[in-house]
């Protein structure tokens, strides 16, 4: 027996599936250049010619820039929380817990000075790795965003009948 999905349980309560208005988008990267001219409703003069500039002002205006979406900074305390929550973590603040216990419950001198000094010590190194978790993280983003801004972000395209180049973001389907 197979599970039903989404759009059949809500054309049985009556619904209409939100999927319905979607027209499904083709596969851009499997057509054939033709396939895509049709596709987009352009003249065949397309593939010597190019777009015109008001045909691409226009595509640029429907389907918006060619880039990808940025993806959303963490906080610092998502940071944080990124380099603590792992299991041997979670087994240095148990250590570290008991070792508190002790030292609060310890009748002797040298046994409350020796667990202080491990719950220190332990301390210490969850902050120290945390640390350099975080400043190694933030060093490799800067490394990405540098690179990213060093790659080439123009195009060769066939616009109004000649080769032209222009940013990246301005490629619009039907650009050959």
């Known amino acids: 027996m197979t599970k039903p999905n989404l759009d059949d349980i809500e054309k049985q309560a009556g619904g209409k599936s939100n999927h319905d208005e979607r027209k499904p988008q083709p596969s851009w990267h499997a057509m054939t250049i033709y396939d895509s001219v049709a596709e987009l409703n352009l003249p065949e003069t397309l593939i010597m010619n190019g777009l015109s500039s008001a045909e691409a002002t226009k595509r640029l205006q429907q389907y918006g820039l060619n880039k990808l979406t940025e993806a959303r900074k963490k906080t610092l305390l998502e940071r944080i929380w990124d380099q603590v929550a792992n299991v041997l973590v979670l087994i ?85």
């Open 92 to 176: 240095l603040v148990v250590v570290a817990v008991v070792s508190a216990v002790r030292a609060a419950t310890a009748t002797i001198s040298d046994d409350v000075v020796t667990n202080t000094i491990q719950v220190g010590l332990i301390v210490g190194v969850i902050t120290l790795n945390t640390y350099i978790g975080i400043v190694q993280e933030g060093s490799a983003e800067k490394a990405a965003e540098a690179l990213k801004s060093m790659l080439s972000s123009d195009a060769r395209v066939i616009r109004d009948g000649s080769e032209q180049m222009i940013p990246s973001t301005e490629v619009v389907p039907g650009d050959v």
